[in-house]
T-cell receptor
């Protein structure tokens, strides 16, 4: 259980184009999903917290107009990188918060990640 | 001071030995603690979660939490080459706080 998928797993695009990344919780409902970015040899950097049916909460320094997040259902959140530039090339990872059996605490499960390369 | 600190390593351990990974955190109110394993080029995979002081064992893995000293550790017994990865410590304030704060990770290499 608690499987999260991402699509696509990798994408190469030209500078100036937009790229959409999908994150799905396959066997549970996720009221909250998170989007991270990871540059080589660095740790995860939280970009935004996405709650179903409401606007995403962005971390300081993350441009909300550049990284559009939509959480339309309890199993799907999307991240759109608009007008991508080479400096946006990174590993983008989503996670979904799952409430396990009663008495335990929410846990985040990660998708497999999307490697974005902007030429 | 970083919120969650880990020794970046690399930590080299002979196969079959015990690998010990440590993590300290700054927020005394933290409630939930997680260890994730990340292979190169892959996303993090949950290894252990721990919420109360003491030890929690799961197979070859043991998580230890000491809230008074604000540290959490992960022990890997009978280390295998497949355990070679970066191990990320993550902390959550709990009480409805949704975000995880990650350490920079410790790179572990198991030497055959």
């Amino acid at each position: 259980g608690a499987v999260v998928s991402q699509h696509p797993s990798w994408v190469i695009c030209k500078s100036g184009t937009s790229v959409k990344i999908e994150c799905r919780s396959l066997d549970f409902q996720a009221t909250t999903m998170f989007w991270y970015r990871q540059f080589p040899k660095q740790s995860l950097m939280l970009m935004a917290t996405s709650n179903e049916g409401s606007k995403a909460t962005y971390e300081q320094g993350v441009e909300k107009d550049k990284f559009l997040i939509n959480h339309a259902s309890l199993t799907l959140s999307t991240l759109t990188v608009t007008s991508a530039h080479p400096e946006d090339s990174s590993f983008y990872i989503c996670s979904a918060r799952a409430l396990l059996t009663s008495g335990s605490t929410d846990t985040q499960y990660f998708g497999p990640g999307t490697r974005l390369t902007v030429l | 001071q970083k919120e969650v600190e880990q020794n970046s390593g690399p930590l080299s351990v002979p196969e079959g030995a015990i690998a010990s990974l440590n993590c300290t955190y700054s927020d005394r109110g933290s409630q939930s603690f997680f260890w994730y394993r990340q292979y190169s080029g892959k996303s993090p995979e949950l290894i252990m979660s721990i919420y109360s002081n003491g030890d929690k064992e799961d197979g070859r893995f043991t998580a230890q939490l000491n809230k008074a000293s604000q540290y959490v550790s992960l022990l890997i017994r009978d280390s295998q080459p497949s355990d070679s990865a970066t191990y990320l410590c993550a902390v959550n304030l709990g009480f409805g706080n949704e975000k995880l704060t990650f350490g920079t990770g410790t790179r572990l290499t198991i030497i055959p």
